[in-house]
């Protein structure tokens, strides 16, 4: 059983740290892509504050295709390039935006997000997918959540098969 403890996030930092602990814990000794993103996405939404989706876009097929989430139902397909997911994967590099409005090409699934940020899964140099987490507050996500994400994205990756 696990127990699911969220961390106070006015020390962020330290917050992530506890985060990670408990992601360890929730996926030790499970190697399922499906069963493993939806714990963690889980984890996500009943943690991190002011989030309004929290989830995972999966490869296949040569496009994003929509995985294990929390929130309002989501784009199903997305094409690599195309709006912050497609970016992040099509570089693997993270994208964080502190205003979606302004990014170029944003695909707007949930009219109420404002911010968003998104962690490529990479693993052994192949791309898996993304973590996506949108928020409808501005300037919601910064570069301590993007080390903290980036870390448990890292702790997900390394379960997988």
């Known amino acids: 059983m696990f127990d ?13 740290g506890a985060l990670e602990s408990q992601l360890r814990a929730l996926l030790h000794g499970e ?3 499906i069963a493993n993103c939806a714990n963690t996405a889980a984890l996500l939404w009943h943690s991190l504050p002011d989030l309004n989706w929290a989830g995972f876009y999966r ?13 309002k139902p989501a784009c199903v397909r997305i094409q690599l390039g195309k709006g912050v997911c497609g970016t992040a994967a099509a570089t693997r590099k993270t994208v964080l935006v502190p205003d979606v ?14 911010s ?11 791309l898996l997918g993304v973590l996506d987490l949108d928020s409808p507050k501005l300037n919601r996500f910064d570069a301590t959540d993007q080390a903290g994400l980036e870390k448990l994205a890292a702790v997900l990756v390394a379960t997988l098969e």
């Open 101 to 114: 409005h302004k990014f170029p090409g944003h695909i707007a699934c949930d009219v109420a997000s404002k």
């Open 116 to 126: 968003e940020i998104v962690v490529p899964l990479v693993k052994n140099g192949r």
């Open 31 to 33: 190697r399922d892509f």
């Open 4 to 16: 699911l403890k969220p961390p106070d996030f006015a020390g962020n930092a330290e917050a992530y």
């Open 59 to 71: 490869l296949a097929d040569g496009q994003l295709v929509l995985g294990p989430f929390q929130g």
